[in-house]
T-cell receptor
Framework: AQSVTQLGSHVSVSEGALVLLRCNYSSSVPPYLFWYVQYPNQGLQLLLKYTSAATLVKGINGFEAEFKKSETSFHLTKPSAHMSDAAEYFCAVSGFGNEKLTFGTGTRLTIIP | EAQVTQNPRYLITVTGKKLTVTCSQNMNHEYMSWYRQDPGLGLRQIYYSMNVEVTDKGDVPEGYKVSRKEKRNFPLILESPSPNQTSLYFC????????????FGQGTRLTVV
């Protein structure tokens, strides 16, 4: 069985500060890991994904995530928060041989001016 | 433009009145799925389809039906809606294969009174 845990349902950071959203996964096989973003009244869109090519993955809008197998983590970071980053962020996992995409419970990011 | 289109975006209905939420994609994707999003629970898969005439239950299938008669369409049917099906629903599609990106519709906010 596969699962993801997102620590912190709400995160607030000041504009210009570091953004760190945490995701830990559980998978019995090498995982594929994703971060999706949901802006208000919109569907989800892909920020970045890990598919074993490189442990540090760069995505859109200046976000990146690092796959750490020893810690079973895939935390999302951005060096400097912008007001437009305010949204809900979802971590998701799928496993080798398993088409299913399993989502975490989401983290709502608020940017303080 | 590549997209997943859901209709309607908003729907208020009464308990027991059958309804259908439509989903259509123009990317020739084999895999389509339905999710519901509830606060604190993230996205949970209702049903999925690997291809035409191939559908299977996800994590929360009770009270829902689907069909896949054409590759592009994957409607979600609630034959007798109940208040606990009040939720935000998303349709998604992607190519089959590991690590492929899922594309999401804009969502359908359903209220059952």
């Amino acid at each position: 069985a596969q699962s993801v845990t997102q620590l912190g349902s709400h995160v607030s950071v000041s504009e210009g500060a570091l953004v760190l959203l945490r995701c830990n996964y559980s998978s019995s096989v090498p995982p594929y890991l994703f971060w999706y973003v949901q802006y208000p009244n919109q569907g989800l869109q892909l920020l970045l994904k890990y598919t074993s090519a490189a442990t540090l993955v760069k995505g859109i809008n200046g976000f990146e995530a690092e796959f750490k197998k020893s810690e079973t983590s895939f935390h999302l970071t951005k060096p400097s928060a912008h007001m437009s980053d305010a949204a809900e962020y979802f971590c998701a996992v799928s496993g080798f041989g398993n088409e299913k995409l399993t989502f975490g419970t989401g983290t709502r990011l608020t940017i303080i001016p | 433009e590549a997209q997943v289109t859901q209709n309607p975006r908003y729907l208020i209905t009464v308990t027991g009145k059958k309804l259908t939420v439509t989903c259509s994609q123009n990317m020739n994707h084999e895999y389509m799925s339905w999710y519901r999003q509830d606060p604190g629970l993230g996205l949970r898969q209702i049903y999925y389809s690997m291809n035409v005439e191939v559908t299977d239950k996800g994590d929360v299938p009770e009270g829902y039906k689907v069909s896949r008669k054409e590759k592009r369409n994957f409607p979600l049917i609630l034959e007798s809606p109940s208040p606990n099906q009040t939720s935000l629903y998303f349709c998604a599609s992607r190519r089959t294969g590991l690590g492929t990106e899922a594309f999401f519709g804009q969502g359908t906010r359903l209220t059952v009174v």
